[in-house]
């Protein structure tokens, strides 16, 4: 369906700056391609396989998805898209089972941090045309999930190796904000035990939008997953990663109140902006407004104030650049996306709600 | 679908205990009936014909949803509901139109805070069979929406009446939590200065769970419209207002990794959980584990932590009383609901992500 322009929308509703998503995507390929990575960037941030589509034409290797259905659903959307890895630890026969149909579509690689998903894992591709590629999971600061220790990677590496059906295929980490030393380090002494093991480390990779920028090797990763980058969002801007005019990603809301002089109410509230924080103050910053902060959001109001006079009507629509992107294509089936005609086409988020 | 057990879903999975929410909804009824107040429950909590069909079954008036596209879909599931009200300022041709075509299906009422809202209504109700009740949102301390003051009250009161097309229909308020004999005061002195006006005050509707069993008619509310009470949540379970017991809303979820002796990392994240802390610490109550907390969620992962060891191990289940019900049946597209044979089935959430 396509709508001549943004005012024919009704609010709320997600705004994709096509141009916008381009060129972001352009320069981190470019950022990898100088500084000898390849480019695996995670689809949670956008769920859309004509944006994936995009990343791979750009020069991606393949994406990263973060559960199975989501996977499915890129892979369903994007048969072409060849290489997918999902970076999550997958549990359970009927998880296991879908994993090994979708090995069958697209060069799969997964992550284990532990012996209990390296178990089910190659039971469940046991008879398998192909043996699963499996990384480890490095715990490099972030105390998520992860190995605690480069002797656990290694060790963790060779059950791997043992395990029927499946195959090595490296090393894996997402870093703490700001922590690649601190990772890469950790990353060169597993690497190196592995392969003083007699084991070869096929990949190493890394991730986090934060650091895009000064993503690198550092001598030993070989991959990078960004996933905010293509859409940026307020959380970026804050940190110096990307102005407010590299956003692609805005919720366009309608003023439904101006109760008094030093506060409104629009139509976007926790359904559609979410209450991620991200260390901010405030729920999204009103582009062309910086003095209005969206102090509170319900359900489906969001509340903005002034310390001066609000300057809003009823009936104004204003753009918001939300704290998070990533959890806002989550929160609607479809998202507005601003092709470089201008027009503006209605695209359903193929992976929303993925999370089995 | 009907599956056998709980132990047959695939993680994370929103279970809702059906025995439970008979029993939530008999007792606010019986609450309601005794108390004086007619019960309208916001349906913005379940989102599910089903569940709403029980709250008219024992008694309730007629529900509350808070967007247009949200009582559609509810009149869809539900054609013999009979009585909605939006407590929404509802702006914009497209939406007036819908509405104007919902007011053929069911009893229909709205509201407004300003004139803007009130022309759009009145102009959009033109040539329709029947005027549209539209009811005057008064903010007696929530800050959010509604008019200051009961002088505003009237007038808005008076310009309805004058409004082709529409009928004023009453006063409704969101109180602030706690907040009950404040409104009160205002609602009164608003009734008694719309009434010298010579306009009658059909009704009078406050809401809220937090204050449900307080919930009076103070001499002035006619009507109460409690939304989270029908499933509980680990906010109103901190506010004293039901038990754990009480909760019919959990999040099943996976173990996918123990990193460490005192963490654990769960399958269900901010995508299944939502960041809504509600003033509490931590994501949710693991139900018989008091001694953890869900300290960290990002969006496919949330993080557990023990001041002592943390007694799980990969592949071990748990069920999370979430902070705040209402937004985690927003994030999926059905839920698991546990009969009282004990068999679960697959409902879809008809309302799901109805922001418009």
New interface residues.
Partial sequence: MTVRALDDL???AVVVDLPTVRANIERFQMHADGAGLAARPHI?THKLPQIARLQIEAGAVGITC??VSEAEAMVDGLPTVGDVMIT??V??R??VARLASLAQRVRLSVVA??E??VAGLSEGFAGAPEPLRVLVEC?TGG??????SPEAACDLAIAIGNAPALVFDGLMTYPAAGGAERAADFLRAAKSRIEAAGIPVPRVTSGGSPDIWTAATHGIVTEYRPGTYVYNDRSLVARGVAGLDDCALTVLA?V?????AN?A?I??G???L????LGLTGHGAVLGRPDLTID?L????G?IVSSGNIGL???DRIRIVPNHA??VT????AVHVVLESGQVERWPVAAR?K??
Wanted: include cysteine; aromatic fraction near 2%; charged fraction near 30%.
């Fill in positions: 009704e609010t709320p949670k973060q559960k999550y630890n549990i359970g009927a998880k941090d532990n209990t998903v715990d105390q998520r999930c992860g190995v605690p309608t439904v109140s101006v109760p008094t506060r109410i139509d976007a926790s359904k559609v979410t209450s991620d924080l509170q319900s359900e489906e109001h509340r009507k009823v009936g990533c959890v989550n929160m609607v089936d709600g999370v089995i």
